[in-house]
C-alpha cells in the first residue's frame, strides 16, 4: 500500500504544476530544500557594492525627492519643533521612520547614507523573496534563479536601492507579501496569511501603490477560500482576519490627518498634495496622460520598457501566456500572483489617466525623463513571469531562460540606467544646478539668524539639504506658529528669507510688500523661468522682542512630496 502512495506522487506533483496535494494540503517538489546561499550573498554583494559606488559619486542624493524623504527623517529629531509631526501629510511615513535614528547622524543624513542603508536592506530581502517566490510557485529551481537574476541585476533598481525613494521599500512589502500569499494558499496557515497582512499593512504606510494591492489580496483571500476551503465561513473569517491586520496602516494614516490636520483626508486636497501640483502641470501642458486612457497606458508601458528593458518584458509576456493557460489549482495560483503583484501596475494608470500623478518619457511629448522610476513597480510581477518560463520549459530548452536573463542583463549594462541618467539630466533633479549655487553662497555667507523659507518648493527644499545647515536654522511650514509669525512680521522674526517662483512667500511677498522692506536682495539665480531670491535683513534692522515666540503645542503643516 505505501509503495502505492509513493508513485503516486509524481502523478499528483506533475498534475498540479510541480506541487504534490496531500489531502487539503500542498507540498512543493522543493519544500524541503533549503534557500541557496548564494542567493542571500549575491544580493548582499550587490546591494553593498552599489550602495557603496553611488554614495562615492554622489549619485544617492540626485533626485530631488530623495533628498526631501532625507530632510523629512531628519525633522523628527532636529528643527524648531522635532517630533512625530513632521512628518508632514502627502509622503506616507514609515521610509522616513525607518531612517529617522540614521538621518539624526550629520554624516549619514547629508551623504545619503541613511537611505542607502534602508533601501539596501529592503532590496537584499525582495530580491530574496523573489527567489522564494517563484520556487514556492512553480517547484523549480531553475525558474527561481531566473526570476532573481532578472530581479536583482536590474540596473535601475540597483541604483534607485541607493537612494531615499520609497520605491524599493514598497517593492520589498509588496514582494513579501506576495509570497506569503502564495504559501497561504497551500499551507492553509494562518501564519502565513498573517504575515501577509503585516508585508501589506508596511506597504500601505509606504506608497500609496499598496493600497491596491491590499484590495487586489482581499479579492484572493476571499476566492480562494470559496473555492478551495470548505470549512463554514472560512472565506468572510480568512477575509476580515487579513483585512484587520493588511489595513490597519491606512486606518492610522487617517488616523495621523485627522489629529494633526484636523481633516483624515488631508493629504488628497492639502495645498502640498498631488492633485494640487497636478494642477499647475494641467495649466502648463505638462498632464497629457489626463482624461486619456491609451496615453496613460503608453505612458506607463514606455517607463516600464525604459526600466526593465523591451527584451525582459517580451520573455515576461510569454511567462504570462504559460502562467495563464493551466488548469485547476495551478492556474488558480498563477492568478493570485498577477493580481497581487499587478495592482500597483492597475492603480499607477489609473493615477496617470485621471491626473493624480506624472510621468514623462522620452518616447512621447513632451519628450523628458520624469518619474520613470514608477516604472520599476512593474519589476516583480515580469521577474515571476519571466522566471515561470523556465518552469515550463524541458530537454535542450530548459537553458534557454537562464542564458536569455545573463544576455539581457549585459546588454542593459552596456548603457547608462535611466533612473540614474534622470537623477542626472531629467526633471526630477530640475533645479538642483540653481539650488546648489544658492545654497553655496548661503553657506559661505551665513552669520547666523533664522531663514524664512517655503519647504513645499521643488527648488528650495533640496536647497535646504544642499545648504549643510541644521534644520533649526530654517523657519519653514511644518514648524507652528513659527512659520505663520514669520509671514506676518519677517523682519521681526528672521533674518533671511528664500524665494521661489510661486511659492507661499513669493505670494505673501506680492500681496504685502511693505513686511520685506527691510531686507534686500542678496543672491538673485534664475534658470529657464524660475527664480530663487535670497534676501538678507538689513543690518541696521535689529529683531525685535516679538521675535521670540511662545507656543502652546505643535503640529506639522503638510509638505510638498
Same mark, same amino acid.
Given at each position: 500500500? *505505501? *509503495?502505492?502512495?509513493?508513485?503516486?506522487?509524481? @502523478?499528483l506533483?506533475?498534475r498540479?504544476?510541480g506541487?504534490?496535494w496531500?489531502?487539503t494540503?500542498?507540498?512543493?517538489?522543493?519544500a524541503?530544500r533549503?534557500?541557496?546561499i548564494?542567493?542571500?550573498i549575491?544580493? !548582499?554583494l550587490?546591494?553593498?557594492g552599489f550602495?557603496v559606488?553611488?554614495?562615492m559619486?554622489?549619485?544617492?542624493?540626485?533626485?530631488?525627492? *530623495?533628498?526631501s524623504?532625507?530632510?523629512?527623517?531628519?525633522h523628527?529629531?532636529?528643527?524648531?519643533?522635532?517630533?512625530?509631526?513632521?512628518?508632514?501629510? +502627502?509622503?506616507?511615513?514609515?521610509p522616513?521612520?525607518l531612517m529617522?535614528?540614521l538621518?539624526?547622524?550629520?554624516?549619514?543624513w547629508h551623504?545619503?547614507i541613511?537611505?542607502t542603508?534602508?533601501?539596501g536592506?529592503?532590496?537584499?530581502y525582495? @530580491?530574496?523573496? +523573489? /527567489?522564494?517566490?517563484?520556487?514556492?510557485?512553480?517547484?523549480?529551481?531553475?525558474?527561481?534563479?531566473?526570476?532573481f537574476?532578472?530581479?536583482?541585476?536590474?540596473?535601475?533598481?540597483l541604483y534607485? &536601492?541607493t537612494t531615499?525613494?520609497?520605491?524599493? !521599500?514598497?517593492m520589498a512589502?509588496?514582494?513579501?507579501?506576495?509570497?506569503?500569499?502564495?504559501?497561504?494558499t497551500r499551507?492553509?496557515?494562518?501564519? =502565513?496569511l498573517?504575515?501577509?497582512?503585516? @508585508?501589506?499593512?508596511?506597504?500601505?504606510?509606504?506608497?500609496? #501603490?499598496?493600497w491596491?494591492?491590499?484590495l487586489?489580496? +482581499?479579492?484572493v483571500?476571499?476566492?480562494?477560500?470559496?473555492?478551495h =476551503?470548505?470549512?463554514g465561513?472560512s472565506?468572510?473569517?480568512n477575509a476580515?482576519?487579513?483585512?484587520?491586520i493588511?489595513?490597519?496602516?491606512?486606518v492610522?494614516w487617517?488616523l495621523y490627518n485627522?489629529?494633526?490636520?484636523? #481633516?483624515p483626508?488631508?493629504?488628497?486636497?492639502?495645498t502640498?498634495?498631488?492633485?494640487t501640483q497636478?494642477?499647475y502641470?494641467?495649466?502648463?501642458g505638462?498632464?497629457?496622460t489626463?482624461?486619456?486612457i491609451t496615453?496613460?497606458a503608453?505612458t506607463?508601458?514606455?517607463?516600464?520598457a525604459d526600466?526593465?528593458?523591451?527584451a525582459?518584458?517580451?520573455a515576461?509576456?510569454l511567462?504570462?501566456?504559460m502562467?495563464v /493557460?493551466?488548469r485547476?489549482?495551478?492556474?488558480h495560483r498563477?492568478?493570485?500572483?498577477?493580481?497581487i503583484l499587478g495592482a500597483?501596475?492597475?492603480l499607477?494608470? @489609473?493615477?496617470l489617466?485621471v491626473?493624480q500623478?506624472t510621468?514623462?518619457?522620452p518616447?512621447?511629448?513632451?519628450?523628458q525623463m520624469?518619474?520613470?522610476?514608477?516604472?520599476?513597480?512593474?519589476?516583480?510581477?515580469?521577474?515571476?513571469?519571466a522566471?515561470?518560463?523556465?518552469a515550463?520549459?524541458?530537454?535542450?530548452?530548459?537553458?534557454?531562460?537562464?542564458i536569455?536573463?545573463g544576455a539581457a542583463v549585459?546588454?542593459?549594462?552596456n548603457?547608462?540606467?535611466?533612473?540614474?541618467?534622470e537623477?542626472?539630466?531629467?526633471?526630477?533633479?530640475?533645479g538642483?544646478? &540653481?539650488?546648489?549655487?544658492v545654497?553655496s553662497?548661503l553657506?559661505?555667507?551665513?552669520t547666523?539668524?533664522?531663514?524664512?523659507?517655503?519647504?513645499g *518648493?521643488?527648488a528650495?527644499?533640496?536647497?535646504?539639504?544642499?545648504?549643510?545647515?541644521n534644520?533649526?536654522e530654517?523657519?519653514?511650514?511644518? /514648524?507652528?506658529?513659527?512659520y505663520e509669525?514669520?509671514?506676518s512680521?519677517?523682519s521681526?522674526n528672521?533674518a533671511?528669507?528664500?524665494?521661489s517662483s510661486? #511659492?507661499?512667500?513669493?505670494?505673501?511677498?506680492?500681496?504685502?510688500?511693505?513686511?520685506?522692506?527691510q531686507?534686500r536682495l542678496?543672491?538673485h539665480k534664475?534658470q529657464?523661468a524660475d527664480?530663487i531670491?535670497?534676501?538678507?535683513?538689513?543690518? #541696521?534692522a535689529?529683531?525685535?522682542?516679538s521675535a521670540?515666540?511662545?507656543?502652546?503645542g505643535?503640529s506639522?503643516?503638510?509638505?510638498v512630496?
Amino acid at each position: 500500500m *505505501s *509503495s502505492q502512495i509513493v508513485s503516486v506522487r509524481p @502523478a499528483l506533483a506533475q498534475r498540479y504544476g510541480g506541487v504534490a496535494w496531500k489531502g487539503t494540503r500542498a507540498e512543493p517538489a522543493e519544500a524541503r530544500r533549503r534557500l541557496p546561499i548564494g542567493v542571500p550573498i549575491i544580493a !548582499l554583494l550587490l546591494g553593498v557594492g552599489f550602495g557603496v559606488y553611488s554614495v562615492m559619486h554622489g549619485w544617492a542624493t540626485l533626485y530631488n525627492d *530623495s533628498q526631501s524623504h532625507l530632510d523629512i527623517a531628519r525633522h523628527v529629531t532636529d528643527g524648531l519643533t522635532p517630533g512625530l509631526a513632521q512628518l508632514g501629510s +502627502i509622503w506616507l511615513p514609515l521610509p522616513q521612520l525607518l531612517m529617522a535614528p540614521l538621518t539624526a547622524i550629520d554624516a549619514l543624513w547629508h551623504s545619503g547614507i541613511a537611505g542607502t542603508i534602508v533601501s539596501g536592506i529592503a532590496f537584499v530581502y525582495s @530580491a530574496i523573496r +523573489i /527567489f522564494s517566490l517563484v520556487e514556492e510557485l512553480t517547484g523549480k529551481r531553475a525558474a527561481a534563479w531566473c526570476a532573481f537574476i532578472v530581479y536583482a541585476t536590474n540596473l535601475n533598481l540597483l541604483y534607485i &536601492q541607493t537612494t531615499a525613494l520609497d520605491e524599493t !521599500l514598497m517593492m520589498a512589502c509588496l514582494v513579501g507579501a506576495a509570497y506569503h500569499m502564495i504559501r497561504w494558499t497551500r499551507t492553509r496557515g494562518m501564519g =502565513d496569511l498573517a504575515l501577509a497582512g503585516v @508585508a501589506t499593512f508596511l506597504g500601505t504606510l509606504t506608497r500609496y #501603490d499598496a493600497w491596491a494591492m491590499f484590495l487586489a489580496e +482581499i479579492a484572493v483571500v476571499a476566492i480562494w477560500s470559496k473555492l478551495h =476551503d470548505r470549512r463554514g465561513h472560512s472565506m468572510q473569517a480568512n477575509a476580515l482576519f487579513f483585512a484587520f491586520i493588511g489595513g490597519y496602516g491606512i486606518v492610522i494614516w487617517f488616523l495621523y490627518n485627522f489629529v494633526i490636520f484636523h #481633516d483624515p483626508l488631508y493629504f488628497l486636497h492639502s495645498t502640498y498634495s498631488a492633485e494640487t501640483q497636478q494642477q499647475y502641470q494641467l495649466q502648463t501642458g505638462y498632464l497629457p496622460t489626463k482624461g486619456h486612457i491609451t496615453t496613460s497606458a503608453a505612458t506607463f508601458g514606455w517607463a516600464i520598457a525604459d526600466t526593465v528593458g523591451i527584451a525582459v518584458v517580451g520573455a515576461a509576456v510569454l511567462g504570462l501566456l504559460m502562467m495563464v /493557460f493551466r488548469r485547476g489549482k495551478p492556474l488558480h495560483r498563477n492568478l493570485a500572483v498577477i493580481a497581487i503583484l499587478g495592482a500597483p501596475i492597475l492603480l499607477n494608470v @489609473a493615477t496617470l489617466f485621471v491626473g493624480q500623478t506624472t510621468i514623462r518619457t522620452p518616447q512621447l511629448p513632451p519628450h523628458q525623463m520624469f518619474n520613470l522610476r514608477y516604472g520599476l513597480e512593474a519589476l516583480p510581477l515580469i521577474a515571476v513571469a519571466a522566471g515561470s518560463v523556465a518552469a515550463y520549459l524541458k530537454g535542450a530548452l530548459a537553458p534557454v531562460p537562464l542564458i536569455a536573463a545573463g544576455a539581457a542583463v549585459l546588454l542593459m549594462a552596456n548603457a547608462t540606467p535611466v533612473a540614474l541618467a534622470e537623477g542626472q539630466h531629467g526633471a526630477s533633479g530640475f533645479g538642483r544646478d &540653481q539650488a546648489a549655487a544658492v545654497a553655496s553662497y548661503l553657506h559661505a555667507n551665513y552669520t547666523g539668524g533664522r531663514i524664512l523659507a517655503d519647504d513645499g *518648493s521643488s527648488a528650495v527644499a533640496p536647497l535646504i539639504f544642499m545648504s549643510g545647515l541644521n534644520l533649526r536654522e530654517f523657519v519653514t511650514a511644518g /514648524f507652528h506658529p513659527y512659520y505663520e509669525n514669520a509671514l506676518s512680521d519677517p523682519s521681526a522674526n528672521v533674518a533671511w528669507v528664500l524665494v521661489s517662483s510661486r #511659492d507661499q512667500i513669493e505670494g505673501k511677498m506680492n500681496a504685502f510688500p511693505s513686511r520685506f522692506a527691510q531686507f534686500r536682495l542678496v543672491y538673485h539665480k534664475l534658470q529657464n523661468a524660475d527664480v530663487i531670491d535670497l534676501y538678507q535683513r538689513i543690518p #541696521d534692522a535689529p529683531l525685535t522682542a516679538s521675535a521670540t515666540v511662545h507656543t502652546t503645542g505643535a503640529s506639522a503643516a503638510a509638505r510638498v512630496r
